[in-house]
């Protein structure tokens, strides 16, 4: 990896956007000249620059097994978001990175996997989902759970769908407002753990979503009785240079940009406070 990819960033050109949800959008950047393409780790994060305006981070969305582009899917929230939401294909964005530890894919093989994920939380989780399909003999039971506001707010779609056809794994969603076309489960993502059949001591659970849903989540898988060291989450914290100079991510003596975002539950609950 060169050097400077984490200090300036690399020119990448949009091939395509497909639009996720009335404020989510998937972008799909030229690879060709990105020299850790195919070589990152599933979690792992990029700064992704609107020029004249900022950068601003996000994770790596598509597995680095599936590199024909860099994929990162964004939700407008605010200035760099807003101003890269009216790029199409053709326009430059800068990137900086690969970023951050990623998830711990060794320690993972060989167990029953549990994807929990709500609304934007699932991008990480399915760049780890499609790293684990394509080594799928590597790994034992592999099952997705998802919830989002409505229908409408599922990112992903027509995925989520191949999943299910896929005998690879089990997927689940729910929706808090259904809408006359859906006739999956109603209700929080944690209504979809109760009950689950898991050999604790095998199982590694990956989750990601907004903090409240982690909270209910992390209990429910603490009482199928997996242990902390085997519930992972990725952290979002403020972050400006991601590469442990600027001080804007730390907890404590932690860099979250250069530390994580990836930690296991045992380790947040060593964090000096509360992410
Ligand atoms: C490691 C990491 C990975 C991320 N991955 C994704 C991703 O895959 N897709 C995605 O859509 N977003 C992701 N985010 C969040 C994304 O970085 C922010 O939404 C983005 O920085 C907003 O930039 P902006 O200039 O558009 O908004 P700003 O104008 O900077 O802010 C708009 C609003 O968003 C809030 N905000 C900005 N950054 C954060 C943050 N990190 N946490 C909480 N609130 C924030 C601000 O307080 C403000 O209210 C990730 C963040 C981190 C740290
Ligand atoms: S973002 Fe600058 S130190 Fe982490």
């Known amino acids: 990896m060169r050097a400077s990819s984490l200090y300036e960033p690399l020119l990448s050109e949009i091939a395509r956007v497909e639009e996720?949800?009335?404020?989510?959008?998937?972008?799909?950047?030229?690879?060709?000249?990105?020299?850790?393409?195919?070589?990152?780790?599933?979690?792992?994060?990029?700064?992704?620059?609107?020029f004249g305006v900022g950068e601003a981070p996000f994770c790596l969305s598509q597995s680095p097994t599936r590199a024909a582009f860099i994929e990162v899917t964004i939700?407008?929230?605010g200035s760099v978001t807003n101003r890269l939401d009216t790029y199409g294909a053709g326009d430059l964005v800068?990137?900086?990175?690969?970023?951050?530890?990623?998830?711990?894919?060794?320690r993972a093989r060989g167990k029953d996997l549990i994807f929990v994920a709500g609304g934007i939380g699932l991008p990480?989780?399915?760049?780890?989902?499609n790293y684990v399909l394509d080594r799928r003999s590597d790994y034992g039971d592999v099952k997705v759970f998802y919830g989002a506001r409505s229908p409408a707010d599922r990112v992903y779609k027509n995925e989520l769908a191949e999943w299910r056809r896929s005998p690879d794994l089990s997927v689940v969603e729910t929706v808090d407002r259904p809408d006359e076309g859906w006739d999956g489960p109603v209700g929080v993502v944690t209504a979809l753990l109760k009950g689950l059949k898991?050999?604790?001591a095998s199982t590694m659970a990956f989750t990601c979503g907004p903090p409240v849903m982690l909270e209910f989540v992390t209990a429910e898988l603490l009482r199928l009785g997996l242990h902390p060291s085997n519930i992972v989450t990725t952290l979002?914290?403020?972050?400006?240079?991601?590469?442990g100079k600027c001080?804007?991510?730390?907890?404590?003596?932690?860099?979250?940009?250069?530390?994580?975002?990836?930690?296991?539950?045992?380790?947040?609950?060593?964090?000096?406070?509360?992410?």
Request: charged share 20%; net charge positive; glycine share 10%.
């Open 236 to 243: 979002e914290r403020y972050m400006k240079c991601g590469v």
């Open 247 to 275: 001080g804007h991510c730390c907890v404590g003596h932690h860099y979250i940009c250069v530390d994580g975002p990836v930690y296991n539950l045992d380790q947040i609950q060593r964090l000096p406070e509360a992410p």
């Open 75 to 77: 939700r407008r929230t």
């Open 94 to 106: 800068g990137l900086r990175g690969p970023f951050g530890n990623g998830f711990p894919v060794e």
């Open 124 to 129: 990480p989780l399915r760049s780890l989902i």
């Open 198 to 200: 898991v050999h604790p």
């Open 20 to 50: 996720e949800t009335p404020d989510t959008r998937t972008y799909f950047l030229a690879a060709d000249a990105i020299p850790w393409r195919g070589t990152y780790r599933p979690g792992q994060f990029v700064e992704v620059s609107a």
